[in-house]
C-alpha cells in the first residue's frame, strides 16, 4: 500500500496536471474572445512574444501577427470563433494541442453579407513560463471552407417585430460589438443592461413571414 507521502505526491501531480489543463483551456477560449472582440492587448497575452504563428496568410512571429490581423478584423461585419474537441498532451513544461475551431468572417454586400464559413484544426505547441501557460507555435490546418450570401436579417427581423407591435430597439440591446463596447465588458456590473421589456405577442410569426425570403 502507497504510504501518505507518496499519495500525497500523487495528488500533487494530478492537481498539477489538472491546473496545467485548465489554464490552457483557458487560453484557447480567451484568444476566440480577443479574436472576435478585436481586443489586441487580450490577443498578445495568448502567445508568448518569441512565438510563431503560421495561419496559411501569414506567418512569422505572433506578436506581429496579432499586429497586423486584429485590425484586420476591424474591417468586417463580424467575426465569430467557435471551439471544440481540445486534445491536451503534456510534457512537463511544455503541451502539444489539437483543437477544432468553426469561424465565420461577415463581410457587408450591399444590404446583405457574405458569410465565410470555414472549420479546421488549431495545432499549437504551449509552453509554461513562470507558472503561466502561453502559445509558444501555433500551425493552422483547414479542413473545410463554405461562402454563404445572406440578406441583414437583424434589419429584416427588427422590422418584423416593429410591425407585431414590438419595440424594435429590443433587437438591438446586447449586441455584440468590438472592444470595449461589447457588453461582456460590463463583467459583474452587467445588471446595468438588463432592463424589463414587453413581451413580444407572437413571437414566431416574424420567423415564419421570413419563408419568403428562403
Partial sequence: MPSIEERLESVERELRDLRSREAIRNVI?????????????????????????????????AWEFCDYVIPVLRQIEASIHAITNTIIDL?????????????????REGDGFLDFWHQGRYLDVFEERGGEWRILVRVVAGDADRLLRTRDMHAIITQALAAMGGDPADADLLRGARAPADPVAAGFDLARLAKTRTAVPDLWSPFRALAPLL
Avoid at 518569441?50 to 496559411?56: E, I, K, L, V
Fill in 29 to 61: 477560449h480567451r484568444y476566440c474572445r480577443a479574436a472576435d472582440r478585436c481586443d489586441l492587448e487580450a490577443f498578445k497575452a495568448c502567445y508568448w512574444p518569441d512565438g510563431f504563428d503560421d495561419h496559411g496568410f501569414f506567418g512569422g512571429n
Fill in 91 to 107: 510534457d512537463g513544461t511544455r503541451a502539444f494541442c489539437e483543437s477544432q475551431w468553426s469561424v465565420v468572417h461577415r463581410l
